[in-house]
């Protein structure tokens, strides 16, 4: 008998661990037949289940449970029946286990997934990141090979929901982006992957592979006509041409800035600096040397910049702190391409009575249009936005209180954070 529905595009790894975690638990799960992304998670009928159309989604066999975080479905299905003991044999093994799922969903996937997301032209590219992020892959890999060489799984002695965790993203990255040269350097990584992949039980789920063998960036193409062109007048430019027509020759055009902030004028307050005083200084107090958010109030020029207040669409969705948390970690990382001109910090609110969570932040935004410089993470639309008023002390207050991480509303206070730096 079925558990439920999971809903996904074909070879989505996270749809992939979910499956795995199903079959070593002996569950079965439907997927949906016919769903095309982009058109049946638009549909009101998947929006009214899952708010944020994102996938892979589930919904329970009694229709009363609907997930729609890869991680979350896939703690479910192990905490359903966990006959395999996915989730460990000890609280200390369950704690291991979500540090390695933490590990794969901050620190492994979103550096293995921007260069690829750039290939395929849904976010913008950037060579300059896209080498920063294949780097933060390698450092997350030797974490990995570290632990490897001397063990055989992440946790304990048998395949754990961190083994599959682990194993779906290497499925994505050494088919993507790790190619020979980086699976020669990190091979224990691979017998790792190997090993739970070809797994009796998990085998059918990760199905058959095939490792890229080099991996390159695609920049995005000139336009086809001014390459014509170009060709017609290196084609009909003269051998050699007279000296006085060479002196007459314009000069080429200055190349402008990549990005259109950096036509902005140099502002008196330093973002990177204010980061430094951040993450350096105590927060609240009064001493601009000693005390980050007096630097701020010292140094601070409104007209060269935005606060923008944030807040997630869809708090029902939200279930686990750390799951919350990890989702907050994703947002920032996949704002990468706009690091350079923004700060920000989100925080997971919780009420101790009803146990309802929350997700609110803030950004602190080069330049007052400050929406370019968010969208680069492609889960944008799925929080609301705001700006903040410091003039205004509710404004103040809340400014005040995400980054101080002492925030408190209605019975709300903060659990967990983190910090786009």
Not at 366 to 390: F, H, I, M, N, T
Request: aromatic share 12%; charged share 25%; hydrophobic share 40%.
């Amino acid at each position: 008998m079925s558990v439920g529905t999971l809903y996904t595009y074909p070879n989505n790894h996270r749809a992939i661990r979910a499956l795995a975690v199903a079959a070593a638990n002996g569950l079965t799960v439907d997927v949906a037949k016919d769903f095309q992304m982009g058109v049946t998670n638009k549909t009101e009928e998947f929006t009214a289940s899952f708010p944020a159309q994102q996938v892979p989604a589930f919904k329970s066999a009694d229709g009363k449970l609907a997930l729609s975080q890869g991680a979350a479905i896939a703690y479910y299905l192990a905490s359903l029946d966990d006959k395999a003991g996915l989730l460990g044999k000890s609280p200390e093994d369950a704690a291991l286990i979500q540090q390695w799922v933490s590990f794969t969903e901050t620190d492994l996937f979103p550096g293995v997934s921007l260069p690829v997301y750039m290939n395929l032209g849904y976010i913008q590219f950037n060579k300059a990141v896209a080498d920063a992020s294949i780097q933060r892959a390698e450092k997350a890999l030797k974490t990995l090979e570290t632990v490897l060489k001397t063990r055989t799984f992440l946790v304990g002695e048998r395949i754990t929901l961190a083994d599959i965790t682990v194993a779906s993203v290497l499925l994505f990255a050494f088919q993507q982006v790790l190619d020979k040269k980086h699976r020669e350097t990190f091979p224990a990584s691979v017998r790792f992957f190997e090993t739970v992949a070809n797994n009796y039980v998990l085998k059918s789920t990760f199905g058959d592979y095939n490792y890229i063998d080099t991996f390159k960036l695609n920049p995005p193409k000139k336009d086809e006509k001014k390459t014509e062109k170009k060709q017609e007048k290196k084609a009909d430019k003269p051998k050699e041409a007279p000296a006085a027509e060479a002196a007459a020759a314009p000069a080429p055009a200055p190349e402008k800035p990549k990005n259109p902030l950096d036509l902005l004028p140099k502002s008196a307050f330093n973002l990177e600096e204010f980061k430094r005083a951040y993450s350096n200084l105590d927060t609240r107090g009064d001493d601009p040397a000693k005390h980050s958010l007096a630097y701020f109030y010292k140094n601070f020029v409104p007209e060269d910049y935005s606060i923008v207040q944030f807040a997630f669409k869809y708090p029902e969705d939200l279930s686990m702190v750390f799951m919350s948390n990890n989702q907050i970690g994703g947002f920032f990382t996949r704002m990468e391409a706009s690091r350079k001109y923004v700060m920000g910090s989100g925080v997971v609110l919780q009420n101790a009575e009803t146990q309802k969570s929350e997700i609110r932040g803030i950004f602190i935004v080069r330049g007052k249009d400050y929406l370019p410089v968010l969208q680069v993470a492609p889960d944008w639309e799925s929080y609301s936005y705001d700006l903040c008023d410091l003039s205004k002390p509710e404004d103040k207050e809340f400014f005040e209180g995400i980054l101080g991480w002492d925030y408190e509303h209605d019975g709300y206070t903060v659990q967990d954070g983190k910090i786009l730096k």
